[in-house]
């Protein structure tokens, strides 16, 4: 039994690509679904509209969605991302406790009194320390 000889290459050539085009066929139509529900300057009726002619009649729904909407999909993506990077900065900054990334003067002073307090420096380079926070 050769199988090798039953199915040529460029059959084998012919079935990946249509596996790849499926695959891709199904990552753009996900893709547009999160852009309906994404899409905050659709109502209600309108995303309801695009998703049954979405899922309703797909390779249409689709080449439709993608001429009358798809340069706002673009728009719309680098928004949700920048809006998910800001909100993962915002959690680090108010995880690491501080907004503007460096200690205030006074929790500045407060780690050079303590310091000072375990002898680790003198009172003279205590006094010159505090004025370059200072100033």
Same mark, same amino acid.
């Given at each position: 039994m050769n199988l090798a000889y039953d199915?040529?290459?460029l059959g084998a050539f012919w079935t990946a690509m249509w596996i790849f085009l499926w695959v891709l066929w199904i990552v753009l139509l996900f893709r547009i679904i999160g852009d309906i529900f994404r899409d905050d300057t659709l109502g209600g009726g309108a995303k309801t509209a695009w998703l049954i002619f979405v899922v309703l009649l797909p390779f249409l729904g689709v080449f439709v969605y993608v001429?009358?909407? /798809?340069?706002?999909?673009g728009r719309r993506e680098t928004q949700h991302m920048a809006a998910r990077q800001q909100a993962f900065d915002d959690y680090i900054r108010e995880t690491a406790?501080?907004?503007? /990334?460096s200690p205030s003067e006074a929790e500045q002073l407060a780690k050079l009194s303590e310091i000072r307090a375990r002898g680790d420096i003198t009172d003279d380079e205590f006094q010159r320390a505090k004025e370059r926070i200072l100033h």
């Open positions: 199915y040529p290459v001429l009358a909407r /798809g340069r706002g999909m406790g501080t907004e503007t /990334g």
